[in-house]
């Protein structure tokens, strides 16, 4: 459960930067420009010196993002993240800072100046962290433009962090943002599985399918990540009682927690007809509180867990109407 390096942005990357860097030749400039399908910007890149990395490639280097960028040696990023939010640029650089953090606690802010990109004010932080045993330097604009929250970061192993510094600096500079109606926040996606009967229902594009934070692995048969707030699905074929459900997803919090779980409420609900219980409560898991939501459901011979969480700052301001929604609107095949 512990939150990933940079889930608020542009998440991790342990090996980025390490190929052979030899000298280059500058190429004719071959500037083209990126339009997302998804969010209201324009971003300018030179094609000699930048690609566009697939979703395959974003996944070796753990990188996310509406648009991430590497250079011909895979030494260094540029990428751009937006997602629906009205949090200040204060709140959406906490919250960047604080995931990085939990990867590295080593983390030391190196500068933050005002910045201005596309004539949106904003805040331009560098810092540098070591994740997984590598030094790691960024430089990422925070922003609060038509209802969203807006990460433009550059970053890469510290000792060539300049090589591309001003390549960044021509990038927020060629940066254009354009005119959009604010997210919808009615606008969802249903998650169905077939296999164990069941859909869930999340926002759109916070929550995107087909992106990497939408992951189904072994115990776990449903886990979607948005910034560092999380979502999780466990069905077992074994009718268990409610209580038994909860004393297990309660064990699971603690191992990872190393601590308590604190439960601050508990009560009967129906889900699409069938019986549950709604836990609500908090644990601090490497220094950062996180509150929860776990949801409970024995339907025939299968008991489905559902856990939602997030940092208590976020999830108060963000999450918790979110998490609700998506539980209370939970229906069974």
């Known amino acids: 459960m512990k939150a990933l390096c940079f889930s608020a942005l542009l ?5 980025a930067g390490c190929a052979h860097r030899g000298v280059v030749p500058e190429a004719v400039p071959a500037p083209i420009q990126y339009r997302s399908e998804y969010f209201p910007y324009v971003a300018g890149y030179d094609l000699n010196r930048w690609r566009i990395l697939s979703p395959a490639e974003r996944q070796v280097v753990l990188a996310q993002g509406d648009l991430v960028l590497a250079d011909a040696q895979a030494a260094h990023f540029i ?4 997602e629906p939010s009205t949090a200040s640029i204060a709140e959406i650089r906490t919250a960047a800072l604080l995931s990085l953090q939990q990867e ?3 983390l030391k802010v190196l500068s933050q100046t005002p910045v201005t990109v596309s004539s949106v004010p904003g805040t331009l932080v560098t810092l540098r962290v070591t994740v997984r045993g590598t030094l790691l330097q960024y430089r990422i604009a925070f922003l609060q433009y038509a209802g969203f929250a807006w990460r433009i970061a550059y970053w890469s192993r510290e000792e060539v962090f300049d090589e591309r510094a001003p390549d960044y600096a021509q990038f927020l500079a060629d940066f254009r943002l354009r005119q959009a109606a ?12 077939p296999k164990w009967g069941y859909i ?8 995107a399918p087909g992106d990497e934070r939408i992951v189904r692995d072994a115990e776990q048969e449903f886990h979607a990540r948005s910034n560092l707030a999380y979502f999780t699905i466990i069905p077992e074929r074994i009718a268990l009682p409610l209580a038994e459900l909860e004393r297990r997803a309660v064990a699971r919090i603690v191992e990872s927690s190393g601590g308590r779980f604190h439960p601050t409420e508990s009560r009967a609900v129906q889900i699409d007809g069938h019986a549950g219980k709604l836990v609500t409560g908090r644990a601090d898991i490497d220094g950062v509180r996180y509150e929860y939501m776990l949801l409970f459901v024995v339907r025939g011979g299968t008991a489905y867990q559902f856990a939602a969480w997030a940092p208590d700052e976020i999830f108060r301001e963000r999450y918790r109407a979110q998490f609700t929604a998506a539980l209370e609107g939970i229906q069974f095949l």
């Open 200 to 207: 869930v229902t999340l926002p759109y594009p916070e929550w």
């Open 182 to 193: 604010p997210p919808k926040a009615d606008y969802a996606i249903a998650y169905p599985s």
């Open 11 to 15: 998440v991790l990357f342990a090996s």
């Open 79 to 82: 990428g751009v993240l937006a």
């Open 104 to 106: 590295g606690p080593d």
